[in-house]
Structure formats: C-alpha cells, structure tokens
C-alpha cells in the first residue's frame, strides 16, 4: 500500500514504504559495487569504500553531472532535496542508471525549523529516521575533530600562562607559541540551533584555581558550519584530507603569525576522528535507488554542498548523477560553480532551477509563510499577477545559471495549493526568455510525476551547448573577487567593507596562497541582497560586509554581509515539539 502525500506526513509515508525496502547489499550490487567496496552499517545503510571504487574505475568515463538549485526560497523552504531524489525516480522510470549525492540533515533544522532533510512526500530517502537522526556519525566525527583542536588550544593557552619557558619546553616538548587570547579565530562546534551560545565566555576560574582553563571571549558555532565540514566537502582523498587539516588556523601569536593545528600537533589526532567520515553514505529511495549522503547543509553560511568525493564515485558508477547544491542560486550554485567545480575538476552538463508558485508569489509580495502555521490565504487563490511579479527572481537566477555556460532546466516543483493558470504564466515567462520549463508532481505522485523533468534534463545534458565558464580569474585579488560576485550575482552597486573586514582581506591578500584563496560568502539567503526582507530583484543597493573569516584548510576566505550568524537560531515553534517515541515498539513519531 501506498500512502498519499495529502493525506500522510512524510514519516508515515516512509514507514510504509521501508516494509519494502532493499537491502544494502542489493542496493550496492545494481549501482555496481564490488563486495569489498560497501561497508554496512546494519541492513539498511553503509558506507562506500571510495578509494578502492575510483582506482578501479580509474578508466571509465564519468557519467553525465546534473546540480539542483533554486531561486531565493520562503522559509518552509522550496524542495531542492525533494526535486533531487524525484528527479532521480523519474529517470529511473526512463531505464536511465542514475545516483544522486544529497547532502546529510543536520540536527540544528531537523529539530528546529526545516525537518529532516530527507526529501518529502513520494519523492524521500529511507530509512528515514536512522536517517535523518545520527545517521553513520559523520557529523560527530565533525564536531568531535574541530572540538578536539579548540581543546588543543585553549589547553595549551592555560600551560603558557602557568608556566616559564623551561618548565613548559620539559613538561610539553614544544616551544612557546604565544598565542594571542585577543586574536581566536575559531570557537566551539554544537550542531543544534543555540543562539544561546554564540557569544560566550570560557574559562572562568573559581577559588583562584589556574587549571580551570583560559579565561576569553569564544564562540559556538553550528556543525556544519565547520571548517571542517568544507574540508570534507572539498577533500579528494585521505592524504588530501590531512594535508588540509594541518592548514587551519585557530588564532594569531602576538606578532600576527598564524597558529595552525599542525603547529599545535593536533592535525594527525582530528584526522583521525574523520577516516570513517570521509566515505560516502549509502541509502535508497523509496523507489529503491541509489543515493549517496555525504557532508552538510546551509550554503548561506557555509560550503553547503555535497562532497567532491561522492560526486566522483556516482560519476564513475552511474550514467547520469545528481548532486544538490544548498539554498538559492545566488549562493549554492555559485558556490558549486567557482569553488566546488574549481577545487574537483568536475563540469556539469545541466543544472536545474527549481521554482515555486509559492515563492514566487512571496516575491511578488505575499505575506511571508511561517513554518508549522497555516499559509496565508494569498499562497492558496489563485493570483497570477502576484505569481508575475515574483518572476524577476527566478528570472535573475535563471541568468545566473546561463552566465555559467550551463545549460538549465526550470523546474516548476508543483503544489497541490497551485491553479493552472498560475503555472502557464511561469511557463509563458520562463520560455519568453529562453528557458526550458518542466512542470513536476514528484512530491505527490513519485516518479510517475517526474517523466517531464527527467525528459527535460536528458535533453539538456545531452544538447552540446555546455561552455563552462568561470566567474571569475582566481589570480584577481579578493576584493575584486568580491566585488564581481556582488555586482554579478547578486545585483548591488558595489561593496561597503567595515574597517574589520577591510583590514582582515588585506591581511589575507598578503598571504603568500592568496591566489589559491577561493571567496566563499556568508549572506542571507531569503534575498539576492543582504537584507533578508528584500524580495524579488533588488536593484541600487551596496553589499556591506561587516567580517571576513579564513579557512585556510579549506583554502576559503568567507566575507561574513549583512547581519548573519554561523549558529542559527531556535524559532518559537521548533519541529522537536512534535517529535516523540512510542515506548512499545520504540518507533520515532513525528520528524518531518
């Protein structure tokens, strides 16, 4: 039986369908892994041996390499994850051999906001609670290797100031590093929504004891937010993966030099929390195909894209492969477009653009909808100049897909709550302007409702017309970089530094990897603009960027615009609220 998306929550809906589900091992076999190359981690799930998997298909040509994005979302969010693993059923209806890399949930939205990450309605991964809480640990693994170099640091700041110099050299065996507390980079790592703890102070000694810690300002930040999860995202191999983690700064020492975690020999000791983490997980959807789940989310304020790793195995074992980049195309894809493509080598053949009548009737000037509340009577009428006006979004990322010299397809993600004429003027709009539309009910009816879309993007793939072009020369300075991605992308005018910011990217110009420093921006991303309440196609406005952060294992400089933080926040109705267990079968009810 099959449960429908109207009438069932997605949990419902996966429970029914896990009664059905493959194995692992089966699921393996059809994508073509030897035995020795899955690791199980019970029947459901595994992990993928990559390093043995990528030598032994060293020689076979990569599949055809498709990105979803999407225009700027509302806060329930759009349905990239959804329109990926859709997509993924209905080229399975088409007999294409497929795999799609999406990206792991992370508790902070999974209790908080957005729910799990998992897809929804007919179109989901599963099995959907080991899933989307814990899963095979990779983000423990995460959390564990960048708290373990906090405690390498913060420890070692406590021994410096409790000893001279020969009692530190003979109780340490290291020389004085003379970290400056003033010039911390890097804070804690919690992947829960704690705004609670964004700024706090650590070390505070009682009864005049000096082995309680370094009394500073810190910092928690959310998980997946890590520097670490960018590496994992960006990493080749595991030598590649050590290499990068011995490149992290955590602070300054009192004459500005860097203090990485190799000089505080921890490099070694974080890497090897993550030489589980760095292989690809293994999961079906409820179809039964392949999907592969690997790294984080929020590509606001972070990377926040599937890895290089899992895109490179589903390239050489699949004739067409999906990933998904995180929130709109202003900031996933142009991640995914200048760094993500940079760092891998990688081009993609297609991109697709999903859109939503809701979101583009939220852009047109609808109330914005608020997660567990009824949506305004404005999303469920029908109001096809609303729909009209949001179009100079979709229209703007539309372009930003075709400055990339990527062929794309827009995806109409069809609600229930849509009316027809709704959807013929996006059409009439979309195709107005060059694009190729294609209308999906993949949410409600699976694959069956994805023929159009996986039609659509076989055609697009294969069309010829790919001519990958980056944004911009990684040899231009970072400002400039900068400068191009706000004009460019976003829209503004130009861009306003704040003395902080201005002094910290000319701190980072002068490194002597400067060139080999990629821009990853830290922005809102409920609007082209760094204002989160301007909608649509904003136009004279200037990017203010208040900070800028270096990733030096990830080889990243992140300018922080607008008010953003990287440990979001908990709202007034979070998911966990719904969430619960029933003692007698020890089934989780709720997650969404």
């Known amino acids: 039986m099959q449960l429908s998306p109207l009438s069932s929550p997605d949990w419902k809906i996966a429970r029914e369908a896990e009664k059905h589900m493959k194995t692992i091992e089966t699921i393996a076999h059809e994508l073509g892994l030897e035995r020795s190359e899955l690791l199980p981690y019970g029947n459901y799930m595994g992990k993928i041996e990559q390093a043995q998997v990528l030598e032994r298909l060293r020689d076979r040509p990569d599949g055809k390499y498709i990105d979803i994005t999407a225009m700027t979302p509302t806060p329930l969010g759009e349905g990239k994850s959804t329109t990926t693993i859709g997509l993924l059923q209905g080229l399975g209806k088409r007999g294409i051999k497929a795999s799609a890399a999406i990206r792991q949930p992370s508790a902070g939205p999974t209790m908080g906001m957005k ?43 406590q021994h410096e100031r409790n000893y001279d110099d020969s009692t530190l050299e003979r109780l340490s065996g290291m020389r004085r590093l003379n970290i400056d507390p003033t010039h911390v980079n890097m804070g ?23 082995n309680d810690g370094f009394m500073m300002r810190s910092h928690v930040i959310i998980t997946v937010a890590s520097e670490v999860m960018s590496i994992l995202s960006l990493c080749k191999d595991l030598a590649d993966l050590r290499r990068r983690m011995a490149r992290i700064v955590l602070a300054l020492d009192k004459y500005g030099h860097p203090i990485t975690t190799e000089d505080l020999e921890v490099a070694g000791a974080m890497t090897a929390w993550l030489t589980e983490a760095i292989k690809p997980n293994l999961i079906q959807t409820i179809a039964g195909q392949p999907v592969l789940a690997h790294t984080g989310p929020f590509g606001n304020i972070a990377l926040g894209q599937s890895s290089v790793i899992a895109d490179c195995v589903g390239l050489k074992l699949s004739d067409m492969h999906i990933t998904e980049s995180g929130f709109a195309a202003d900031m996933g894809y ?23 009548i809701r979101a583009l009737k939220h852009h047109g000037g609808a109330p914005a909808p608020k997660p567990g509340q009824p949506l305004p009577e404005a999303y469920t009428r029908e109001d096809v100049g609303l729909v009209e006006a949001g179009m100079a979004n979709l229209l703007h990322h539309i372009g930003l897909v075709a400055k990339s010299g990527v062929p794309s397809v827009v995806c109409i993600n069809k609600f229930h709550t849509d009316h027809q004429a709704e959807i013929d003027a996006v059409r009439a709009e979309c195709e107005a ?26 055609a697009a793939a294969n069309s010829g017309k790919q001519n990958f072009t980056p944004l911009y020369d990684w040899n231009l300075t970072l400002k400039k970089r900068i400068e191009k991605i706000a004009k460019e992308v976003y829209g503004a005018d130009g861009v306003e530094y704040s003395p902080l910011a201005k002094n910290k990217i000319e701190d980072y110009q002068n490194r002597v990897d400067a060139a080999d420093l990629g821009v990853c921006m830290v922005k809102t991303q409920y609007s082209l603009s760094d204002n989160p309440d301007a909608k649509g196609a904003p136009r004279h406005w200037k990017l203010q960027v208040r900070d800028a952060l270096l990733f030096g294992g990830a080889g990243l400089v992140c300018p922080v615009a607008g008010d953003i933080s990287l440990m979001p926040g908990t709202g007034s109705r979070p998911a966990y609220r719904n969430i619960d267990v029933d003692v007698k079968t020890g089934e989780v009810t709720g997650l969404f």
């Open 433 to 458: 302007n060059g694009a190729t539309v294609a209308v999906s009910e993949h949410w409600e009816k699976g694959g069956d409702g994805a023929l159009e879309l996986a039609d659509a993007v076989i």
């Open 115 to 157: 729910g799990s990450a998992a897809g929804g309605g007919l179109a989901q991964c599963i099995p959907f609670v080991p899933y989307s809480l814990n899963f095979t640990g990779d983000i423990h693994a995460i959390g564990a290797a960048h708290n373990l170099a906090m405690t390498a640091l913060t420890a070692r700041m």
């Open 334 to 356: 142009e991640k995914f477009w200048n760094l993500k493509c940079h760092y891998s080598g990688l081009r993609p053949d297609c991109a697709v653009v999903v859109a939503t």
């Open 188 to 210: 804690w790592a919690l992947d829960f929504c704690a705004q609670a703890l964004r700024n706090v102070i650590i070390g505070i000694e009682t009864d005049d004891r000096r």
